[in-house]
Every structure is written in C-alpha cells, then in structure tokens.
Nanobody
Framework: QVRLVESGGGLVQPGGSLRLSCEAS????????MGWYRQAPGKERKFVAV????????NYADSVKGRFTISREAGTNTVYLEMNSLAPEDTAVYYC??????????WGQGTQVTVSS
C-alpha cells in the first residue's frame, strides 16, 4: 500500500509564499522521480515541477520557473514545493506524484492553494 500525503496548502495573498510538503509511505520500489502537478477548477491537471529521486535533475513548467522551487529532504521520502510570488492563476489543487522506474505512478489526494486578496 502506497500513500502520498500533501500538506501546506491554504489561502495566501497575491505576492505571498507557501511551502507544500509531500511525504510518501508504503512499499515503493525503484522511485524514478517525485513531482508536483496542479489542477484548477474546470481545467486539466498540469505539470508543475519534478525532481529525480537521485537529485541529479530538476524540471519546471514555464509558468512557475523562477518562482517555485522543488526539493527533496535528504535521506527521507519527502518532497517540497516552495512557491513564491504567488498569483491568482496559481490557485489550484496541488498534487504530489511518484513515478517508479517501472513506469508506475502514485498520486496524493491534493492540497488546496488559493491565491486571493
């Protein structure tokens, strides 16, 4: 049984910051990467950021590059998403995802981020 639990979402004013966390637990073999996706109401779920389990590489969506930072906590199964300069268009449910080396994917249940005045 694999479980990914996101936390850290909430309401923030435009220009503000939030830090999301995702902790994975359970039997997960051969993790390839951990990443973040988001889904706004009425829209498709979109890629945000991903980091290799080895920490060898990181990729960001163009929409968040320069504002968001993904990182892993060394020696743990936790991944973070530091979000800065938040704007209303960043409002979405943010999901954590694990991809395994055998192309399995595991998703968290999401955490709401609302950017509003």
């Amino acid at each position: 049984q694999v479980r990914l639990v996101e936390s850290g979402g909430g309401l923030v004013q435009p220009g503000g910051s939030l830090r999301l966390s995702c902790e994975a637990s359970g039997s997960i073999a051969g993790i390839y990467s951990m990443g973040w996706y988001r889904q706004a109401p009425g829209k498709e779920r979109k890629f945000v950021a991903v980091i290799a389990a080895s920490d060898d590489w990181i990729n960001y969506a163009d929409s968040v590059k320069g504002r968001f930072t993904i990182s892993r906590e060394a020696g743990t199964n936790t991944v973070y998403l530091e979000m800065n300069s938040l704007a209303p268009e960043d409002t979405a449910v943010y999901y954590c995802k694990i991809r395994t080396t055998s192309f399995q994917e595991f998703w968290g249940q999401g955490t709401q981020v609302t950017v509003s005045s």
